[in-house]
């Protein structure tokens, strides 16, 4: 009998030290494990071998591979551990596979075959001749690619691949959406002839478990697509690491174990020595300093089917002049004649709203009163389509009512219209077209897959959805992109609110005139001389981010600040009032040069039968933030750099 010292990758096992385990077979240090933790089984790293242990140790149950986990994973969970203040334990399962093992795999299960056909086998532009050599020969490991919508960075990003798996080493391609590794899957396979292993969480547990004991057990250099999850597949030998959309907040994990994807890519690059590329035509300001502070930064320009900025036209339309909306409330009369003109010539629209639902307010016109969820107070948004109020955070829903519950008035009215209420305002518009609508509250069989093969068929017209239209799609058909309001998104209080904006507009904009043909841009907006609006408008990335570095500074945030934003969850508002107290005090009294702020109920204040607050702590010096995180009691949430305040 052997006894051997394993790390558990078990969210419930807090300790950093490993437990003692017997077993029979002879087993290498990482080797994969099931172990028995109290009533159930959970998954283990071995440590090593030790002496026989005074106390009756537990056996290991089964050995789930052969093969011992790579290196550079345990050294990366590590410096997980310590930079984002987690438990070992919460850091290895993140490279754990999920379920018992399966050992059979049949390529069937594995390989996912896909429809959509992208074009890639044009030649290549001297932009990207250029870019390719730029980041070969970068002197820093992360290379933050800069590149237009339009400009060819998937091409880019394919030929840097087909060099590295050549050579014998593996590629890992993250998208910020399970949804967009269908266009990217098709395109790799085409290019490089070689079917990609596709890995996310809405696979069945069978299918991931095969395909993680794949790439585990596998002798050859994979290709990996998949989102923030796939960075962690068990593959021995990474030669490149490609993080697409690098500017969307999906690679941040605002669940336990939180950590950035893009951090974490990094580090495990330099590790590695393996070139990791954040490719995104919107940088986000904190990673534009910091490339910029290394002289990482490849910029591309020139479109890759040679079209020119200037074949798209832009029209900013004000929405406070009530005349541009004779004909109807949200679309100005100047976007209706567009889509009119853009569908004669038998190109496709695409109206942007980023609003969910038919109505975002339900309110009587006698007392004010407002339908609030009745556990969260915010407000219910209307669907009409099912007749329901529902809530966005609780998923509460119920029949509106036929009077205000407050002063029983009859004359409810419904205020801020949503994408299903759009929708519909342009079928009755344009009867004779074909609309179509994606946004999340889409049911199974109109996700964004089936959704983006109709637009590239030609069987859509109109378009009409939220910022899941501003992902990395390519719609050769798209002759018009329309924005409704384009600053829906500037309200929200947080200081990210600018950049999001930002970002959203320039995405969807760049959904025309990417090389196809002729295409034309309106932007409705309260505020026309907006410098967001305005720099987006302009696709003038440069004048958005000397401003956002200003306000940044002046206000002590990223990239010249830390944060840290703690979250507490208590059964009362004053009991979260006062735990928030104690733990500002607590924090106050070590001593560190920090600012504490708050405590502030969190943006959701209620959800459920529970309040939450937060504080959040700001520091030149990122070592005070780890400091005061290990004094923090285990029924806070920590989330150190967090994407926004909210």
Known sequence: MKFYEVWLADASYKSPAPLTYSSELELQPMSVVSVPLRNRTATGFVVGEVQKPSFSAKAIKSLVSQSPLPNHCLQIAQWMTGYYALSLGDALRLFAPSKPAIRQIKPSAVLSKQSVQVEIKTVLTDDQKRAIKQIKTAPSTTVLLHGETGSGKTRVYLELAKEVLAGGKSVLILTPEISLTTQLSTAAAAYLDRQPLIIHSQLTAAKRKQI??????????????????????????????????????????????????????????????????????????????????????????????????????????DLKNKANFANNRYLSKQLIDDINQTLTVKKQAMIYLNRRGSARVILCTVCGWQYLCPNCDVSLVYHADEHLAKCHVCGFSHTPPMACLNCSNPDIIYKSVGTKALAEQVEKLFPDRIVGRFDSDN????????????????????????????????????????????????????????????????????????????????????????????????????????HSLVERQTFRFPPFAYLMKLVCRRATANGAQSASDKLKNLLQSQGLPVEVIGPTPAFYARRGKYYYYQLVVKTKNRDHLLQLAKIVSADWQIDLDPADLL
């Open 212 to 317: 993680w004991l794949k790439l585990h057990e596998s002798d050859q250099p994979e290709l990996v697509i998949g989102p923030r999850s796939a960075l962690f597949v068990p593959l021995a030998n990474i030669g490149l690491i490609v993080i697409d959309e690098a500017h969307e907040p999906a690679y941040k994990q605002e669940q336990s174990p939180r950590y950035n994807a893009l951090r974490v890519a990094s580090q495990m690059g330099g590790l590695l020595g393996a070139k990791v590329i954040y490719g995104t035509a919107t940088p986000l300001v904190t990673d534009y300093y910091l490339a910029e502070d290394k002289s990482a930064i490849v910029r591309m320009t020139q479109q890759a089917l040679g079209g020119q900025p200037s074949q798209v036209q832009t029209q900013v339309i």
């Open 443 to 546: 049911v199974a069989g109109e996700q964004l897959n089936e959704v983006y093969n109709k637009l590239l068929s030609g069987k859509i017209d109109i378009l009409v959805g939220t910022q899941l239209l501003a992902k990395g799609l390519d719609l050769p058909r798209l002759g018009l992109v329309g924005i409704v309001s384009a600053e829906s998104s500037l309200t929200l209080p947080d200081y990210t609110a600018e950049e999001r904006t930002f970002q959203l507009l320039y995405q969807v904009m760049g959904r025309v005139g990417r090389g196809h043909s002729a295409g034309k841009v309106v932007v409705q907006t309260y505020d026309p001389e907006s410098i967001v609006i305005r720099s987006a408008v302009a696709r003038d990335y440069q004048t958005f981010y000397k």
